[in-house]
């Protein structure tokens, strides 16, 4: 019998003891508050937009639509943490490149053609590709030249859109036609935000990737230790600019979201400081910023709970410019109970907790 028991508790034991259960908690604690303070907040409304389609509108579909870039962005940005040990800080930037990239390949020489210049598809490869390369170079400078991923990264940060601007001739190119915008809006007919669902294909085919091959097995045998990782005829080398080339895949499947929003690219505003955030997604997943053992899917759920606190503070009219503060104190408490001392004591405290328990059993 108590074998039995013990079995059946195992699974709830693995869930609490689990990196998913970090943001779940978090995720929680916030949609509680909403609860509290605003019932409504929960609120879902079927519409239709200017085009006469049905769409559904409200803060959590505002969440889950807003949230979705970040969301993918957390899938590379956790694989290049442990791998490397290290972030990659110019995301928002080669978010810029590509976007430009993109909308040069789909307006041609001209910023405001009346029809497109080449199909959507090839903008996007064009996108992927130049992201990939992006990846590329910042996977060599940290596997091949062993710099410090943010360090090797901050090259393409502060250059980055610069370049963006560079390639369209510092003019902000309009993609002509409503076909773009289903990418950052809504499918006529399919009530749910584009973005959400092309979310959903990513984490679909990086769970069809992790479950095929060894990819994460190899990631975190190179993060825990590279050498160990070398004399089981790993290369770490590789596995790290692998990592890259995928996030900066993800980069470009971000940047494909973002122009279609507004069917241009601002290069000095366009994914903005989603550097941060992409970081702040994989802390929050319980995965370790030095690498090593991670969980992508802790990540993704994080990234949705950052964009569910940015929806509820603009529900409550805090200013855009304060939004950094509240997020700089979701850092100050993780880092605060990630930290070994605290680790200890809660430790302690759980042991006390439970020595009683067994004692009245």
């Not at 937009?49 to 949230?67: C, K, M, R, Y």
């Not at 590709?129 to 996977?139: A, E, H, P, R």
């Amino acid at each position: 019998m108590e074998k039995t028991a013990v079995k059946k508790q195992n699974p709830f034991n693995r869930l609490l003891h689990s990196q998913i259960m970090i943001p779940l908690v978090a995720l929680v604690l916030l949609l509680g508050f909403n609860l509290l303070m605003d019932p409504t907040f929960f609120k879902i409304t079927l519409g239709t937009n200017s085009a006469g389609n049905p769409v559904l509108s409200g803060n959590l579909i505002s969440a889950l639509n807003n949230g979705s870039e970040l969301a993918i962005l957390a899938i590379g940005m956790t694989l290049v943490t442990a791998a490397s040990g290290g972030q990659d800080i110019s995301v928002g930037a080669t978010i810029a490149i590509s976007g430009s990239a993109m909308l040069r390949i789909l307006c041609g020489t001209e910023s405001s053609p009346s029809t497109l210049a080449a199909p959507i598809i090839l903008g996007f490869l064009v996108a992927v590709l130049v992201g990939m390369l992006c990846g590329l170079f910042n996977g060599v400078l940290v596997a091949t030249f062993k710099i410090q991923p943010m360090i090797a990264t901050l090259i393409l940060y502060t250059a980055g859109r610069s370049i963006a601007a560079w390639i369209n001739n510092n003019q902000l190119p309009i993609v002509p036609g409503n076909a773009f915008t289903y990418f950052g809006g809504f499918i006529p007919g399919i009530p749910m935000p584009t973005p959400f669902l092309i979310a959903v294909l990513c984490f679909i085919i990086m769970a069809l990737v992790l479950k095929f091959t060894n990819l994460g097995l190899y990631t975190q045998a190179v993060g825990i230790n590279e050498n160990a990782a070398k004399l089981n005829g790993l290369k770490p080398a590789f596995i790290k600019i692998l990592s890259f080339v995928i996030l900066g895949v993800c980069v470009a499947v971000a940047a494909l979201i973002k122009c279609s929003r507004t069917s241009t690219i601002n290069y000095s505003v366009v994914a903005q400081n989603i550097e941060m955030d992409a970081i702040l997604a994989v802390a929050l997943g319980g995965n370790s910023l030095g690498g090593g053992k991670f969980n992508i899917w802790a990540s993704v759920v994080a990234a949705y709970v950052i964009q569910l606190l940015t929806t509820t503070l603009y529900k409550f009219k805090v200013s855009s410019d304060a939004l950094p503060a509240y997020k700089a104190v979701v850092v100050i408490l993780l880092i605060v109970f990630s930290a070994p001392v605290v680790k200890e004591k809660m430790a302690e405290i759980g042991k006390k907790v439970r020595k009683p328990a067994k004692e009245v059993g």
